[in-house]
């Protein structure tokens, strides 16, 4: 009975890691380093780019979307065309190096054409700007509600819920990636 008792003793701390574990498991963190780095010189929050490399590619580096987007951020070669024409940044666009800069510092211009709303940078960067301009010329577009593409929606709120995954688990600059 006594070895019994030490046995279930032992074994609660891991089951009280449990979720934690899992959650980690759902929500990696690598390239952590690429991705701080361009987080830090285009001012855009690290769980963000995060959530976003999460929800486009789960991480892996040689995703190619049936639209022609390629690695972790999903980047369309017309993007990265524009992304390199105004921000310097060399490369090909599909290495994790190149893709994570040119997606970071696509977030950040977006951010800053959309002041800073989430949802919308979100949606402009799954839907393109163009769209996302012309839902807003609408004046009683809520961006909360009127996404007019499912997929769309879905990917904004799947972003969001990533984000705050992230932050829990890894802190806001992903500081606490060992813990």
Do not use: C, H
Request: no cysteine.
């Amino acid at each position: 009975m006594l070895a019994l008792l030490l046995a279930v003793l032992a074994v609660l701390p891991l089951l009280f890691m449990a979720p934690e574990t899992v959650r980690r498991f759902i929500y990696p963190l690598n390239y952590e380093e690429i991705i701080l780095e361009a987080s830090e010189e285009y001012g855009v929050e690290p769980t963000l780019v995060a959530a976003v490399i999460r929800e486009e590619s789960r991480f892996d580096p040689k995703v190619e979307s049936e639209q022609g987007a390629y690695g972790l951020m999903q980047i369309q070669p017309e993007t990265a065309r524009f992304i390199s024409e105004r921000s310097g940044i060399a490369g090909d666009y599909r290495g994790p190096n190149a893709n994570i800069r040119m997606g970071t510092w696509y977030l950040n211009y977006l951010q800053n054409r959309y002041e800073d709303d989430e949802r919308l940078v979100l949606a402009a960067y799954n839907s393109g700007e163009g769209r996302v301009d012309a839902w807003l010329s609408d004046e009683s577009f809520d961006v909360a509600s009127d996404i007019p593409f499912e997929e769309t929606r879905d990917y904004v709120e799947d972003v969001i819920e990533s984000e705050k995954n992230y932050e829990e688990l890894y802190g806001r600059d992903l500081d606490r990636r060992q813990g």
